[in-house]
């Protein structure tokens, strides 16, 4: 069955470094998303993706993220300065459809793994 | 702004027992759906329940949904150990976004 799949499982980085996380959604699939889950917390939204913009973001989601589709696999977070508040896991998911009069089936959005990201 | 929230916060139950888990929400939504998390992995998805049904089944999970009280359940029965996680209801509105709840850590007993 295909999957969504995440890089690294875990990374560590330093205050102010800037990293990437990257992802690699079902391939029929439209629409990317990124979630976090700060540990003990529940699962937050921060971006959706679709037709190579964004389409949604949260109040998360500010300057020092941002999300790229580089080729025709890939979607990458970036966080360009990382906080110490940026710890979590981070979730990428995908779907075939955002919604609207489709088959239940591509409302589901398909989660990856997760990438833990340690800030120090 | 909708928010799902879960009840209980933890359940302990002895493996052959079912498992209900409550989910309420706060504004109109197009579907719901429960997600599965074990420890320290990534979600699983369960189930999906539309805004114009009431009932759902999968295999031991039934899932039902209550708009005008803005309420689910999911129930499920039969409970073994490897059903041991964290679960979530995530509602969607429109827009593509999932909004999930804290979740309800099952903890079934051999």
């Known amino acids: 069955e295909p999957e969504v799949t995440q890089t690294p499982s875990h990374q560590v980085t330093q205050m102010g470094q800037e990293v990437i996380l990257r992802c690699v959604p079902i391939s029929n699939h439209l629409y990317f998303y990124w979630y976090r889950q700060i540990l003990g917390q529940k699962v937050e939204f921060l971006v959706s993706f679709y037709n190579n913009e964004i389409s949604e973001k949260s109040e998360i989601f500010d300057d020092q993220f941002s999300v790229e589709r580089p080729d025709g696999s890939n979607f990458t977070l970036k966080i360009r300065s990382t906080k110490l508040e940026d710890s979590a896991m981070y979730f990428c998911?995908?779907?075939?459809?955002?919604?609207?009069?489709?088959?239940?089936?591509?409302?589901?959005?398909?989660f990856g793994p997760g990438t833990r990201l340690t800030v120090t | 702004s909708q928010q799902g929230e879960e009840d209980p916060q933890a359940l302990s139950i002895q493996e052959g027992e079912n498992a209900t888990m409550n989910c309420s929400y706060k504004t109109s939504i197009n579907n719901l759906q429960w997600y599965r998390q074990n420890s320290g992995r990534g979600l699983v998805h369960l189930i999906l329940?539309?805004?114009?049904?009431r009932e759902k089944h999968s295999g031991r999970l039934r899932v039902t949904l209550d708009t005008s009280k803005k309420s689910s359940s999911l129930l499920i029965t039969a409970s073994r150990a490897a059903d041991t996680a964290s679960y979530f209801c995530a509602t969607k509105r429109g827009a593509q976004k999932l909004v999930f709840g804290q979740g309800t850590r099952l903890t079934i007993n051999p």
């Open positions: 329940i539309r805004s114009n049904e």
């Open positions: 998911a995908s779907s075939e459809s955002g919604g609207g009069g489709l088959p239940r089936s591509s409302y589901e959005q398909y």
